[in-house]
């Protein structure tokens, strides 16, 4: 007999069966100690009572639960444009019910979820990255790990550079949320999420103000280099926001002048020119990548986007004009996951501008057909389309609307995001 399954929000009174799944599903000794896991318990409930943007979700399999998972409503800038998407996180199954498919089930709730309130891009980050594509994910920008010298940052004058404090917390917020308000990708950051990362003791922020404006921030943290010796340490940089190029100058001068007690500054950044900004942009490890490259970083593939309604997707960027192209393009799109939203789709772009037709014609200039993960790492602009053609992701009637396809899609900048969830 297959068990009764419900999945729902959860009530204040069941955090301590949300921290007992996450704590065996990703083990972390402090939510074992009794103290730390009453602290988790109560930040939980207090998040659930006053965080309107965040949903604690479970899945209930004859009353029991055995799986959770956490959402967020998001307001992220998709070229150019404030959409409300959604975010998943913190997904774990009870380790008595692994295997049971409990984690696809609630994948599945959850995109349907969103589908249905209007909004028509989801985001998470992978456990595992082949897990998430199979379930219609497709990769977006990476991220790079820069080990700088301090001595390696272009010099410059640091006198507008100062110590925040508390008091500096609406300013900092300001100039973040300037900064995604023009930049693809970023997702507007909360007062409540502001106070968490900089409420962590470990974490020290300068800013550049000038003329009594704050045009730019970061966000340090000091780890020791070896334990027997307290006196080096590396700098990770954890947040680095600058809406001015005099702003990057002033807080890259400040980062130099550290080099007495820094042994490296530490960068986590989607800025695939970073290394123009470097006298010498290796990381340290003198290693030379055939034939003649030197180690500059390393990258990694994060955060993964899903068009979990295309149509509607199109409806809301009706405005949004994608190069100065003129066609019909009919895109054949595979999404087993979500069977409402493979279907074939007839765009008209007229200008760039896109037009959603409510019929597939006879014939379209071409066609495309591809997977629904391939599609939306696209439409975001974290690939371009001649490279799915190339690597056989993509297929197109005619070829030889490759290069059309291509600036249709193209983007000036990757999209870039700095939120942890």
Known sequence: MMPVEEIRVLKPSEAEGFVRIVGMAYPRQ????????????????????EDPGVSFVGCFRDNRMVGVMKWFDFHMNVHGKRLLT????????????????IAKSMLLHFLRAYRDRGVSLVSLYPFRVDFYKQMGFGAGTKMNEYRVSPLDLPAGSKQDVIA????????????????????????????RELDAFLDRPEHIAFGCRKDGQLSGY??????????????????????????????????????????????????????????????????????????????????????????????????????????????????????SFLPDNEKSYTICFRD???????????????????????????????????????????????PEY????????????KPRCTTGF
């Not at 970073?274 to 290693?287: E, K, T, V």
Request: charged share 25%; aromatic share 10%; glycine share 6%.
């Open 352 to 398: 760039g501008l896109p037009g959603l037709l409510p019929e597939t014609p006879a014939q379209a200039d071409a066609e495309v057909s591809l997977d629904i993960s391939d599609f939306s790492s696209l439409v975001m602009g974290a690939v371009r389309f001649h490279s799915l053609y190339q690597y056989g992701l993509a297929h197109l009637s005619r």
């Open 86 to 101: 959604g975010g998943i996180g913190t997904v774990a199954v009870d380790l008595l019910h692994k295997k049971e498919k």
């Open 402 to 413: 490759v290069e059309v396809i291509d600036r249709l899609f193209a983007v000036p900048c």
């Open 164 to 191: 925040l404090s508390k008091e500096d917390r609406a300013d900092i917020l300001g100039c973040y949320n300037r900064y995604a308000a023009k930049t693809h990708g970023m997702i507007e950051k909360t007062a």
């Open 218 to 335: 970061l966000v340090l943290q000091f780890k020791q280099v070896r334990q027997e010796n307290a006196s080096i340490h590396d700098l990770h940089v954890k947040e680095f926001i600058c809406e001015t190029p005099e702003a990057m100058r002033g807080l890259l001068a400040f980062l130099r002048s550290q080099a007495d007690q820094v042994r490296r500054c530490i960068f986590y950044t989607q800025e695939e020119d970073f290394h123009f900004l470097l006298a010498d942009p290796g990381n340290g490890s003198d290693r030379l990548i055939p034939f003649y490259y030197h180690e500059s970083h390393a990258s990694g593939v994060g955060l993964m986007y899903r068009m979990i309604d295309v149509a509607g997707y199109f409806r809301q960027m009706a405005d949004h004009r994608m190069g100065r192209e003129s066609c019909t393009l009919t895109f054949h799109i595979r999404d």
């Open 30 to 49: 402090e939510m074992q100690v009794p103290d730390m896991k009453e602290r988790w318990i109560n930040r939980i409930r207090e998040s659930m009572q």
